[in-house]
């Protein structure tokens, strides 16, 4: 079997019925920079790039750095940049971490439920996996409403176990097995 980080390489782009998942660029400085300095869309996740220049040492820092598994959320319509998607591989555990970021002024609209129905169909119908978990800060009741709706299970609260906004919060955590996504 090929490796997992290989695989998920080959699979830089996903496109869903509205929106697209791709690579993401230093040129996505501008439209990057519009939701990030945008306190209520990152209340709840980094320490948000405020301008333009931020922005850029962010997507060559972090981003380019090791690109494989990070992803613009794209419209497929506009080519317009709303949010980004990331899925870190596990290779000894089969298993990945998802991680999402979506502009304020798209939240409801169901456009990051389905990029991760196409994470979920990477990790399971291509890579194979046997699990996929992610986690949010439980006062981000939006975050866990999606993964519910993506068919995970809540396993439980791990109490200030993270570091966010200078301040120890609490993480609900979730996942989804493959024979359960099969079913």
């Not at 490796?3 to 998942?21: D, F, P, Q, T, W």
């Not at 306190?39 to 972090?62: D, H, S, V, W």
């Amino acid at each position: 079997m090929k490796n997992l980080s290989v695989m998920i390489a080959e699979h830089r782009y996903l496109k869903g019925k509205r929106i697209s998942l791709r690579p993401i660029e230093l040129s996505d400085d501008a439209q990057m920079t519009e939701y990030t300095s945008d306190e209520e869309t990152t209340r709840y996740i980094f320490a948000e790039p405020k301008n333009l220049e931020q922005t850029r040492r962010l997507i060559a820092g972090y981003y380019l750095r090791e690109p494989i598994g990070k992803y613009a959320v794209v419209l497929n319509d506009s080519g317009k940049l709303i949010g980004t998607i990331e899925f870190r591989i596990e290779d000894q555990t089969r298993s990945g971490d998802l991680g999402f970021t979506l502009s304020r002024h798209y939240w409801g609209h169901g456009y990051m439920t389905e990029a991760a129905e196409l994470i979920l169909d990477l990790a399971f119908r291509v890579l194979q996996l046997e699990r996929v978990h992610a986690a949010h800060e439980t006062a981000n009741l939006a975050s866990g409403r999606l993964l519910l709706r993506i068919g995970m299970t809540h396993e439980g609260t791990r109490r200030k176990d993270h570091l966010a906004g200078g301040r120890l919060v609490d993480s609900a955590y979730y996942s989804i097995l493959k024979e359960e996504y099969e079913a």
